[in-house]
C-alpha cells in the first residue's frame, strides 16, 4: 500500500492553513453577530430615549401648573396609566438583554478558538522567524513585511511576556524594547510603562548588562519611586555594579584580556537557545539565500533539458521538463507536474485528517510533537481517489523505480520501516504544492543547497548510494515560511522492488 504525506505550513502557527481559514470565517461570523447586538442594543437606547424625551416635555409642562394641570381628567388618567402601566412596560424594555444572540453564538464557536498552548506557538514560532531571517522587531511592529498590519504596544508586551515565561530573556528584551519605544512614540494603550520596564530591566539584567539594567530600574523608579521590587533591584544592582568595578580596578593585563574574551563570547552567543547547534547558522544561512555559491566550472554543467525518461511510451511526443537544481548529490526538478486541479484535489483529501507533524524522540524511543516542527500532515494511499492514484503512476513513470511498497496509511510508530519489511528509503520525491511568496526553502545543509517552492513542480534524489550506503549529504531541512502558506507532497520510495530498477554496485561514487 503507497501512501502519500501531505504537509502544509503557516508561517506562525500550529493550526494548518485550512484551520486558519476556517478560524477567519469564524471570527467574521462572530464580528456580524456582535454588529447585530450593537443594533438591537442601539435600537432599545433609542427607544428609551423617546420615551425619556416625551416625558420631559410633559412633565416640565405639568409641573408648572400641577392642580391645574390636573384638573383635567384626561391628564390624570394619563398620569394613572403611565405609573401604572407604561413605566412598567419602560422598566422590562430596559431589563431586556439584547445580548442573548450573541453570547450563544459566541459559546457555540469557542469551542473551535485557540488554546494557550496555539498561542503560545504561534509567538513562538514568530520569533523563530525573526531569528531565522534577521528581521529587527521594528521591521514586524510597523508591518513592513507584505500582507502584515501593524503591531500595538499589548501585542508587542505579550510576546515579551510568552518569552519571559519561557526563560527567554533575548526575545523577552527585544520585545519589551519594542512595545516601550512604541509606548514612548505616543501611542496609547492599556498596558503601563511601569510593567514594561519591570520586565525589560530583569531580562537584562538575566544577560549580565547591570548597566543598562540599572538604568532601566531607575527609569521605572522615577515613574514609581515606591515599587517594591525596583527598589530592591536598585540596591542590588548597585552593590554587583560596585563589586565588579572593584575587581576590574584590582586585575592585572592578563586578567582583563580573558574578560574581555569571555564578554565577547557572551555578546557572540546572545540570542541563541540553550540548545543551539553550529549546523543550525548554516541552516539559517541558507534559509536566508546566503548558500554556497557554485563555481562557473560546475554551473555549466547544470542544465535544463526535456526528458522522455529512456523513451518512455507516455514522454515521447510530451517529455518532462527536467532541470538540475545541484550536482553533488544530484538533484533534479521536475516542472508542470501537477496541474491547479489535482493539487485542490489532494488538498480537498487531506485537509480533513491533517495532525500536528511528530518526531523520533530517541530518549523514549516514541514519537512526539516539538516546538520546532510545528507542521501538520497526513497520509493519502492510491484507492481513496483516481488522482492520487495517477500521481503514483507518473512518479513511476518519470523515476523508473517501482512506488507500490511504502509506509502504510498513517503509520507513525517509530520502528515503522523494519515492520514494513521493503527496506530503507531509497529516493525522495517532493511535490510543492504553492508557491511561497518569502522562505519555505527546502535546505540541504552538509553541501550548501537551497531549493526554493515553485507550485506544480517537484524536486528529486536519492537517499542511498547505488551499494546501498546512505547518502547523508541529503540531510534536509523545511525553512520557516515568512509570508504566505506552504503546502508540500511527499513520496518516499523504498529499497524492496528496485532490484532491477536500479541495479546495486559497490562503487558509491556510481
Known amino acids: 500500500m503507497y501512501s502519500t504525506f501531505i504537509q502544509p505550513l503557516t508561517p506562525v502557527s500550529l493550526c494548518s492553513p485550512g484551520q486558519m481559514t476556517d478560524l477567519l470565517y469564524t471570527e467574521k461570523d462572530l464580528v456580524t453577530s456582535l454588529k447585530d447586538y450593537i443594533r438591537a442594543e442601539e435600537s432599545k437606547l433609542e427607544q428609551v430615549k423617546t420615551w425619556a424625551q416625551k416625558l420631559d416635555v410633559l412633565s416640565a409642562t405639568a409641573t408648572q401648573d400641577p392642580e391645574g394641570f390636573l384638573g383635567h381628567p384626561v391628564n390624570a388618567f394619563k398620569l394613572m396609566k403611565r405609573l401604572n402601566t407604561e413605566w412598567g412596560e419602560l422598566e422590562s424594555l430596559v431589563l431586556k438583554d439584547m445580548s442573548d444572540g450573541f453570547i450563544s453564538n459566541l459559546t ?3 469551542q473551535h ?3 494557550d498552548d496555539d498561542q503560545t506557538g504561534a509567538a513562538k514560532a514568530l520569533m523563530r522567524l525573526q531569528d531565522t531571517y534577521r528581521l529587527d522587531t521594528q521591521t514586524i511592529s510597523t508591518g513592513e513585511l507584505p500582507g502584515e498590519g501593524p503591531m500595538t504596544v499589548e501585542d ?6 510568552i518569552a519571559y515565561s519561557d526563560a527567554d530573556y533575548y526575545h523577552t528584551e527585544l520585545w519589551m524594547e519594542q512595545a516601550l519605544k512604541q509606548l514612548d512614540g505616543g501611542e496609547e494603550s492599556t498596558v503601563d510603562m511601569v510593567t514594561i520596564l519591570d520586565y525589560l530591566s ?3 539584567y538575566q544577560q549580565g548588562e547591570l548597566e543598562r539594567a540599572l538604568d532601566y530600574t531607575k527609569r521605572l523608579l522615577k515613574l514609581d519611586s515606591a515599587h517594591q521590587r525596583a ?3 536598585l540596591k542590588y544592582f548597585e552593590y554587583q555594579l560596585a563589586k565588579q568595578k572593584k575587581v576590574e580596578a584590582e586585575e592585572g593585563l592578563k586578567e582583563k584580556e580573558e574578560r574581555e574574551r569571555e564578554k565577547r563570547e557572551v555578546s557572540e552567543k546572545k540570542g541563541r537557545p540553550a ?3 553550529p549546523e543550525r547558522r548554516k541552516y539559517e544561512q541558507l534559509c536566508r539565500g546566503e548558500g554556497i555559491k557554485m563555481t562557473p566550472r560546475r554551473q555549466s554543467r547544470m542544465f535544463c533539458r526535456y526528458s522522455d525518461n529512456n ?3 507516455l514522454y515521447v511526443l510530451g517529455p518532462v521538463k527536467q532541470e538540475d537544481e545541484w550536482d553533488r548529490p544530484r538533484i533534479i526538478r521536475y516542472h508542470d507536474i501537477l496541474s491547479n486541479s489535482e493539487i485542490e484535489k489532494v488538498k480537498e483529501l487531506a485537509k480533513p485528517r491533517l495532525r500536528r507533524a511528530t518526531v523520533h524522540d530517541p530518549q523514549t524511543g ?4 516539538a516546538h520546532y516542527r510545528v507542521s501538520k500532515s497526513a497520509w493519502l494511499t492510491a484507492y481513496e481517489d483516481p488522482v492520487v492514484d495517477k500521481i503514483n503512476q507518473r512518479i513511476e513513470d518519470i523515476t523508473g523505480l517501482n512506488v507500490k511498497t511504502a509506509e502504510e496509511l498513517q503509520k507513525d510508530e517509530p520502528d515503522a520501516f523494519k515492520e514494513l519489511g521493503t527496506g530503507n528509503r531509497i529516493a525522495t520525491w517532493l511535490i510543492y504544492m504553492s508557491d511561497v511568496p518569502s522562505g519555505g526553502a527546502t535546505v540541504f545543509t552538509d553541501v550548501g543547497a537551497a531549493v526554493w517552492p515553485k507550485k506544480g513542480s517537484a524536486v528529486f534524489w536519492y537517499n542511498l548510494f547505488a551499494s546501498g550506503e546512505g547518502d547523508y549529504s541529503t540531510r534536509h531541512a523545511a525553512c520557516p515560511v515568512l509570508v504566505g502558506n506552504k503546502w508540500v507532497s511527499n513520496k518516499w520510495i523504498h529499497e524492496r522492488g528496485q532490484e532491477f530498477r536500479r541495479r546495486c554496485t559497490l562503487d558509491e561514487s556510481d
Request: net charge positive.
Open 202 to 204: 530583569y531580562s537584562i
Open 108 to 110: 457555540i464557536q469557542r
Open 366 to 369: 516514541k514519537l512526539t510533537t
Open 311 to 313: 523513451r518512455h511510451p
Open 113 to 115: 478558538f485557540p488554546n
Open 156 to 161: 508587542c508586551f505579550e510576546l515579551g511576556k
Open 275 to 277: 540548545d543551539y547547534l
Open 231 to 233: 527598589n530592591g533591584n
